[in-house]
């Protein structure tokens, strides 16, 4: 079955830590993208990545570090310098704006 | 500046009824537009989208219209059904082709429909 995998689906981060979040697709999907979703918020772009080895800056970058050194994994590492990462992430792939596919997301909360 | 307003935050229908859910763009770029539905601690899915060159796609109870002019599109559901209610999000990007693969949201309505 083709998807996206994200893990863990809760993570908790004490002050200070960075923290990895895990995105895996099975789509053979070019593009990946990491979107954060706050309450009244909707769904904002953090990073994204149309091609193996590059990744753009999305709306809300600051704090956060991405890799993709394969098609099929971007994980998205919230660094120490996120002044308030608790959020719910989303991770996604497409092809193109087409067959826009997301994974059912990581709830990270700071203790 | 929000390119992708969704002004109503929540939204209560009865069940059968029939649920509109707005949404409105400031970028005259955008011309391809999805709607998703979203689930508590879940990631959206997607519903249906219509691109600039239409006015009307229809998917079963759902039915998405563009009005290019004034910038804005709605989402219609009939019936409505409890399993329905949801968080929706409109999205809009520029053709690929265009160098973005990027989908600019909306802040999602929450809609209740009640049995």
């Known amino acids: 079955d083709g998807g996206i995998t994200q893990s863990p689906k809760y993570l908790f981060r004490k002050e200070g830590q960075n923290v990895t979040l895990s995105c895996e697709q099975n789509l053979n999907h070019d593009a990946m993208y990491w979107y954060r979703q706050d309450p009244g918020q909707g769904l904002r772009l953090i990073y994204y990545s149309q091609i193996v080895n590059d990744f753009q800056k999305g709306d809300i970058a600051e704090g956060y570090s991405v890799s993709r050194e394969k098609k099929e994994s971007f994980p998205l590492t919230v660094t120490s310098a996120q002044k308030n990462p608790t959020a719910f992430y989303l991770c996604?792939?497409?092809?193109?704006?087409?067959?826009?596919?997301f994974g059912s997301g990581t709830r990270l909360t700071v203790v | 500046d929000q390119q992708v307003k969704q002004n109503s935050p929540s939204l209560s229908v009865q069940e059968g009824r029939i649920s509109i859910l707005n949404c409105d763009y400031t970028n005259s770029m955008f011309d391809y537009f999805l709607w998703y539905k979203k689930y508590p601690a879940e990631g959206p899915t997607f519903l249906i989208s219509i691109s600039s060159i239409k006015d009307k796609n229809e998917d079963g109870r759902f039915t998405v219209f563009l009005n290019k002019s004034a910038k804005h599109l709605s989402l219609h559901i009939v019936p409505s059904q409890p399993g329905d209610s949801a968080v929706y999000f409109c999205a809009a990007s520029s053709e690929p082709g265009a160098g973005s693969y990027q989908l600019t949201f909306g802040k999602g309505t929450k809609l209740s429909v009640i049995p």
């Open positions: 996604a792939s497409s092809m193109g704006t087409r067959f826009y596919t």
